[in-house]
């Protein structure tokens, strides 16, 4: 099965990518192309994959989503948009994948049947239930609720399929259109959680094109206040987690700003 790898990383995560492309190696199959989009153009240059990096301007980015009218959180809100809208990638199927995400060990990405697999999570309780602003987007938005409690399909990455998201996109007459509706339903109370928008969109609607993998083992950590962490501490922290975590397919370690 064809599919692309789509990275979207700010500057607090640079320092990572390195680490996060190699990971992909643990991928079956490989992908066609890693997208990878930063705000300057960035990329890392010493990666066993240096020859399927495509490196993308976030100006460069299709549809153009407006932060300047993100008035909630725009760089955050701006990057669950691009997991839904995006139009740049080749392949339909794409794997987004978090600037901060490592796997850890051999991973299937489709089932015997050749459907994608996607990865349900029951780490955050407070997701598990549905996080209230995520779905107060979703519902005004594109009139699609949390279908089932006791899970989330929020990790650190997951396979999208753009034809299945332009289903999701029919009611309005256009992009623009639809970006407006958006632009005028992120506030503090309500804003996109692209995986859950995806996910829940697949669960209710398309259930039989995908293979629903629950209770997938991952392992987050992180550091905030400002602080960071150095790629030799990374090194470090995913040789750690491969030795005392075996059961986990990725691991995160998380900068928060």
Known sequence: MKYDVVIKSHQKDYHKLELVVDSLKYLNPEPDNIYILTQDGFYPKNTIFHDKIIFIKDAQVTPYIDRARLTHRPNWNWINLVSILQEFTENDLYLDVQSDNFFTQPIDLFDEQNRPKIFQSTVNPGNNKGHRPYF???????GLEKVSEGYSYIIEFLMYDRKLLKELFKKFDSVDNMLEVIYEN???????????????????????????????????DGVGDGLNVSQKYLEEYIKQVKIQRPDVIACSHHTWI
């Open 136 to 142: 107060q987007f979703s519902e005004k938005v594109f």
């Open 186 to 220: 992120i506030d503090d109370s309500s804003y996109p959680a692209d995986q859950e928008i995806f996910g829940n969109l697949v669960e209710k609607y398309f259930p039989e094109k995908y293979c629903f993998v629950p209770n997938t083992p991952v392992h987050l």
